[in-house]
């Protein structure tokens, strides 16, 4: 069963506008998520991470919010460039062991 | 830093055939993982290792996979007899608890069993 899901297999977004990704989990013990980032033929690369006991991270247009209560977690890219066009996975992981992930989402930022 | 190798990038083999997938992990990384990307589950676990050792294999769907670490440079995961079920792309990726607790994942290997 899934313990990662993101219910949007793709999204569309106008250069410069915000992007908003979603993430839920279900496992209550998972205290630290992290968000990778996929381009064709490539593997994942990492995005931005955030623990259990911040509800907020920010990397320059990136940022992660956590709800803990909801088990909800999002990413915002603000403002949207062409090159962010990519797959987006979520992830989360308890005490640092395994890492499960979600089935992604297309992301396509149209100029 | 060369980041994670995975051989070969594309595989096309014939069902029933013996499929091996190798990863040159991060040195000094002591957590090796193999996932599969498929569109229904995305990245799904198949098995990790800890200092070479597997700590979880139950993501491995049959006994058909099987992965070792004989040391901590190297990593196979081999699937006999293959499967066109098994078609999918696989991931290596390591970590080390210093480094944020974050995945570094290689290129990854294309299967395609016919």
């Known amino acids: 069963d899934q313990q990662v899901k993101q219910n949007s297999p793709s999204l569309s977004v106008q250069e410069g506008r915000i992007s908003i990704l979603n993430c839920d989990y279900t496992?209550?013990?998972?205290?630290?998520f992290l968000w990778y980032k996929k381009y064709p033929a490539e593997g994942p690369t990492f995005l931005i991470s955030?623990?259990?006991?911040?509800d907020k991270n920010e990397d320059g247009r990136f940022t992660v919010f956590l709800n803990k209560s909801a088990k909800h977690l999002s990413l915002h890219i603000v403002p949207s460039q062409p090159g962010d066009s990519a797959v987006y996975f979520c992830?989360?992981?308890?005490?640092?062991?395994?890492?499960?992930f979600g089935t992604g989402t297309s992301l396509t930022v149209i100029p | 830093d060369a980041g994670v190798i995975q051989s070969p990038r594309h595989e096309v083999t014939e069902m029933g055939q013996e499929v091996t997938l190798r990863c040159k992990p991060i040195?000094?990384?002591?957590?090796l993982f193999w996932y599969r990307q498929t569109m229904m589950r995305g990245l799904e676990l198949l098995i990790y290792?800890?200092?070479?050792?597997?700590?979880?294999d139950s993501g491995m769907p049959e006994d058909r996979f099987s992965a070792k670490m004989p040391n901590a440079s190297f990593s196979t995961l081999k699937i006999q007899p293959s499967e066109p079920r098994d078609s999918a792309v696989y991931f290596c990726?390591?970590?080390?608890?210093?480094?944020?607790?974050?995945?570094?994942f290689g290129s990854g290997t294309q299967l395609s069993v016919l």
């Open positions: 040195s000094g990384h002591d957590y």
């Open positions: 290792f800890n200092n070479n050792v597997p700590i979880d």
């Open positions: 990726a390591s970590s080390s608890r210093g480094r944020g607790m974050r995945l570094f």
């Open positions: 496992n209550s013990m998972f205290d630290y």
């Open positions: 992830a989360a992981s308890a005490y640092g062991n395994q890492f499960y």
């Open positions: 955030i623990s259990s006991i911040k």
